[in-house]
């Protein structure tokens, strides 16, 4: 029997999306699974008890691309149940072997327990914590680099540079990189502590902090000297929850230029929206849309007025 899926979010298996769950073992398909992959699957299949191979009862999430791969594996056993045998740490000591020759598993997990943490490396060089928010879709994250390119810059006659572009959330690592030519400065700021090691990893000397979005105030941080601060523009990618009341109070005291909002639930933007509209305009919409949808929002100051 086929792998099946385990998100009922992912419909059809695409080449293009990174980030597959599926709860068999039985049989692979070529396509997404390199062959280093199976025969880590097939060294897990002595690791794991017969019993747990039958539906439902072990889930195995990969999150890969072109360059490498991350896995974890989830059974009904507790850690000790699985892990505790010297015969089981023996195989997994030899798994990790392979990793290391083949140089393309940067990240293993096993009921939680964290066998091998490297590096997840990206087709733009960027390297990673395996554990980090990036976009699971090839399709969404590529769409989200050409719209930002495209918009970003200055309109025609003025200059294409900001003074300042300040990033909050995920894939800030990803969006600081492709704008690095759109400011003189940037700003980061997160409340991931692997987000954060990615911006010491992948920036030289950057100006980043890790910070609590509950109790986070701006004025603290020097970033607004003045009532105005229109050569600003604020790219915020939110999680689940949104920005949250303080992130988003503490957004509109900044008085950039222009923000963008990058959500993947309509709810939670909603809420955000109803602190931000106080200070701004929505400019424009985007749905993009592939086995989920995301939406930008483009906010501006001036146009308030």
């Known amino acids: 029997m086929a792998l099946q899926l385990v998100s009922e979010k992912v419909i059809t298996i695409e080449p293009s999306r990174n980030l597959i769950a599926f709860n068999k073992f039985d049989e692979i398909n070529h396509q997404i699974i390199s062959q280093h992959l199976e025969t880590l699957i097939a060294m ?9 191979l039958e539906d439902g009862k072990t889930t ?9 791969y991350s896995m974890r594996v989830n059974t009904l056993l507790t850690n000790t149940s699985v892990l ?19 140089k393309n598993c940067c990240y293993l997990e096993i009921n ?16 990673y914590d395996p554990r980090s928010f990036r976009q699971p879709d090839d399709s969404i994250r590529e769409y989200l680099i050409k719209w930002f390119q495209n918009t970003i810059p200055r309109e025609s006659g003025k200059s294409r540079e900001w003074d300042t572009i300040i990033f909050f959330g995920g894939e800030c690592t990803l969006l ?4 690095s030519g759109y400011s003189k400065k940037q700003y980061f700021y997160t409340d991931y502590p692997s987000i ?20 986070w105030k701006i004025s603290r941080n020097g970033l607004v000297n003045d009532s105005s601060n229109l050569d600003c523009c604020c790219i915020v990618n939110t999680g689940y ?8 109070q503490e957004i509109c005291k900044m008085n950039s230029a222009e923000i963008y909002v990058i959500s993947c639930n309509q709810d939670s933007w909603a809420k955000d929206w109803v602190i931000l509209m106080e200070s701004y305009k929505l400019l424009e919409q985007v749905e993009i849309r592939t086995n989920y949808s995301v939406w930008i929002y483009k906010l501006s100051k001036q146009a308030l007025h």
Not at 44 to 52: A, C, H, T
Not at 241 to 248: E, K
């Open 44 to 52: 897990l299949k002595l690791i794991i008890p017969v019993e747990l």
């Open 60 to 68: 195995i999430e990969i999150r890969r691309n072109h360059l490498n």
């Open 84 to 102: 505790g045998n010297t015969k089981n740490e023996l195989l997994i000591k030899i798994l990790l072997r392979s990793f290391l020759d083949a």
């Open 112 to 127: 939680g327990r964290i066998y091998w943490n490297g590096v997840y490396k990206d087709i733009l060089s960027l390297e």
């Open 176 to 179: 600081g990189k492709i704008l």
């Open 196 to 215: 954060y090691g990615d911006i010491k990893r992948n920036y030289k000397n950057p100006c980043v902090e890790l910070i609590d979005y509950k109790n």
């Open 241 to 248: 929850q949104g920005m949250g009341v303080n992130l988003a």
